[in-house]
């Protein structure tokens, strides 16, 4: 009984993992091609908020400065 719970309790875990990871934030420019992390110094002039699956499906690359 016991290993039934931990097993549907590592599951859960699994997909809440799963899930977050999919939606996880990253930030965009106006101008610029490459997403980034909120604290990144390029992101002074514009900031667009974007999941990181949709800047990768719209072509963006990651930040060699911030490395998100
Ligand atoms: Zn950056």
Known sequence: MKLKII???LLLLIISITASSQEKIVYI???GEKYHLEHCSSLRRS???ITLSEA??????PCKRCNP
Do not use: A
């Open 56 to 61: 990768i499906k719209k072509g963006y690359e």
């Open 29 to 31: 420019t106006r101008t």
């Open 47 to 49: 900031k667009i908020k």
């Open 7 to 9: 097993k549907l309790l």
